[in-house]
């Protein structure tokens, strides 16, 4: 069982920056990936970034290239989401989710999900 909780949620003006974080716990795997999510008022959730454990490769929705960046903490089981020139559009709840990384990015299966970090950009 993974345990995943989310933080650093706020309110920020636009063109602002703001950095989540997702401390993970419970039993982790290296094989694992790390994924970032949102989800704003009448929308479906929508897949933002993820990251390997192992190697740290990345993979990034277009709409978000070039303005966020994930990064992982080994030592601390922290994956963290860095944020910048955020934009009106941007304001969503955000989760973190982990899940076993099968070969492919879109075949990892998010088994573990946090509550969610609420992200609001004011225009």
């Known amino acids: 069982q993974v345990q995943v909780a989310e933080s650093g949620g706020g309110l920020v003006q636009a063109g602002g920056s703001l950095r989540l974080s997702c401390a993970a716990s419970?039993?982790?795997?290296?094989?694992?990936?790390m994924g970032w999510f949102r989800q704003a008022p009448g929308k479906e959730r929508e897949f933002v970034a993820a990251?390997?454990?192992?190697?740290?490769?990345?993979y990034y929705a277009d709409f978000v290239k070039g303005r966020f960046t994930i990064s992982r903490e080994n030592a601390k089981n922290t994956v963290y989401l860095q944020m910048a020139r955020l934009k009106p559009e941007d304001t969503a709840v955000y989760y973190c989710?982990?899940?076993?990384?099968?070969?492919?990015?879109?075949?990892?299966?998010?088994?573990?999900w946090g509550q969610g970090t609420q992200v609001t950009v004011s225009s």
């Open positions: 989710a982990a899940g076993e990384f099968r070969g492919s990015w879109y075949r990892v299966s998010y088994d573990y």
């Open positions: 419970g039993r982790t795997f290296s094989s694992y990936a």
């Open positions: 990251i390997r454990w192992s190697g740290g490769s990345t």
